[in-house]
T-cell receptor
């Protein structure tokens, strides 16, 4: 198992452009999460999927943000019309279904995708 | 999610034990205590978790107070690679699908 994979790892974009990040969770993990982290802060929750269903969204997820997980495997996070305030690290995490392990619902993070909007 | 309180920063000398405290006075009976750490420019990494009993794994030990209102992450011999931000998080096993991270404790390890 190679862990949670995210790409691209780094993206520099001009303000107003659209960007898309991809996350490949640990195989057989049915839960997938997106977080955002700015310098000096802890990760902030954005959204959560169980299989292909998006079950929870933070108010941080403005209309310019959209996340999908079409087949319940990989997920994409798209940011439209990027703004300088979108500059952050975008983290993806996954976890197994409840009861699948004794992990107490531990989640496993990827390395993150850094976005810089100039 | 119940709130946790951690010191902003701590220092330790290399090869000495480190005790990272966490207060969670509003913890509920079904909240697990999770610890994650984040090295510079990396995603958070799972360290350890527990419910009521003390727990040990290859990375660390978790000591949970009898009333569960506080816990301590113990690194038995700090190395330079343990310098990171350590997050203490409460997670109800059956409710609340996201982890709520606070600012954590920034651990510096001095050679």
């Amino acid at each position: 198992d190679t862990g949670v994979s995210q790409n691209p790892r780094h993206k520099i974009t001009k303000r107003g452009q659209n960007v898309t990040f991809r996350c490949d969770p640990i195989s057989e993990h049915n839960r997938l999460y997106w977080y955002r982290q700015t310098l000096g802060q802890g990760p902030e929750f954005l959204t959560y999927f169980q299989n292909e269903a998006q079950l929870e969204k933070s108010r941080l997820l403005s209309d310019r943000f959209s996340a999908e997980r079409p087949k319940g495997s990989f997920s994409t996070l798209e940011i439209q019309r990027t703004e300088q305030g979108d500059s952050a690290m975008y983290l993806c995490a996954s976890s197994p279904r409840l009861g699948q392990s004794s992990s107490g619902n531990t989640i496993y993070f990827g390395e993150g995708s850094w976005l810089t909007v100039v | 999610d119940a709130k946790t309180t951690q010191p902003n920063s701590m220092e330790s000398n290399e090869e000495e034990p480190v005790h990272l405290p966490c207060n969670h006075s509003t913890i509920s009976g079904t909240d697990y205590i999770h610890w994650y750490r984040q090295l510079p420019s990396q995603g958070p990494e799972y360290v350890i978790h527990g419910l009521t009993s003390n727990v040990n794994n290859r990375m660390a030990s978790l000591a949970i107070a009898e009333d569960r209102k506080s816990s301590t992450l113990i690194l038995h011999r700090a190395t330079l690679r343990d310098a990171a931000v350590y997050y203490c998080i409460l997670r109800d096993v059956g409710y609340g699908q996201n982890f709520v991270f606070g600012p954590g404790t920034r651990l510096s390890v001095l050679p």
